[in-house]
């Protein structure tokens, strides 16, 4: 607690509030009331078994899924209140994706996947590649950015995969099982990634993760249980 105490007097708001989030799917519940917030810079960790709706709540904070009730405010944002196109375009620019598989398109370059988020906000085209050129650079992948994802490690794949969740410069990132497909050593590269983003760029994290290690860099670890917190 004493860490989220502190970002708070930092920070002086919330970046993410969700309150009385319910989803279910056919007959099954698999959100049952769920309130969370989150400070601006903060590390958050959600765990529990699989099934527990992990996954689920961060697609709904990520506008990915719609709750069947509650709400969602990102930086003082009622998300679904938004019309579908304004939502698409809050998401490309406030909300930053790293997944699991990576998701990087196979017949784009390191560089061209970076690029994307930029593209579909329609920056142009100089400004994007320099913004991603630093990004790659940055993360240590100056000599990779024309090699298609086909041509990189699983490593070199996870950190592509965050250099474009960054391109739009988002208010927060949401990571879903980001080390799962990951070897040790590639693994805490990661955590160190995570922790390097938040302190140049002050991004607010959400981590869902079966990572034990992973949770433990984390201000806080959240536990989902029966659908609720």
Same mark, same amino acid.
């Given at each position: ?6 970002l ?9 509030e969700?309150?009385n ?20 810079g ?14 689920t ?9 719609k709750?069947?009730?509650?709400s ?19 998401? !490309?620019r ?15 370059n390191?560089?061209? !996947?970076v690029?994307?988020?930029?593209m ?16 790659l650079?940055?993360l240590g ?7 298609k994802?086909?041509?990189l490690?699983?490593?070199?794949k996870?950190r592509?995969?965050?250099?474009r ?5 988002p ?11 990951l070897d040790?050593? !590639? ?11 938040r ?6 994290i ?16 959240i ?7």
């Amino acid at each position: 607690m004493r860490a989220n105490q502190l970002l708070g007097a930092l920070y002086g708001k919330s970046m993410i509030e969700v309150k009385n989030i319910h989803k279910s799917f056919g007959t099954l519940e698999v959100l049952k009331g769920v309130d969370l917030t989150v400070e601006k810079g903060e590390i958050v960790s959600i765990i529990g078994k699989s099934g527990a709706g992990k996954t689920t709540l961060l697609q709904i904070i990520g506008t990915l899924d719609k709750p069947d009730a509650g709400s969602v405010v990102i930086d003082g944002v009622d998300v679904f209140a938004l019309k579908e196109k304004e939502l698409a375009d809050f998401r !490309n620019r406030h909300i930053g994706f790293i997944f699991q598989f990576h998701q990087l398109l196979p017949e784009f370059n390191a560089l061209e !996947n970076v690029m994307m988020p930029a593209m579909i906000a329609r920056v142009p085209e100089k400004e994007a590649e320099k913004r991603a050129v630093q990004l790659l650079t940055e993360l240590g992948m100056a000599e990779r950015l024309t090699h298609k994802p086909s041509q990189l490690s699983g490593g070199e794949k996870q950190r592509v995969a965050a250099a474009r969740a960054m391109m739009m410069s988002p208010d927060v990132i949401l990571a879903d099982e980001p080390s799962g497909s990951l070897d040790e050593s !590639n693994k805490k590269e990661l955590h160190k990634l995570l922790l390097q983003m938040r302190e140049q760029y002050g991004q607010t994290i959400i981590i869902v993760t079966h990572d034990k290690e992973l949770a433990e860099i984390s201000n806080r670890i959240i536990e989902i249980k029966d659908g609720k917190i």
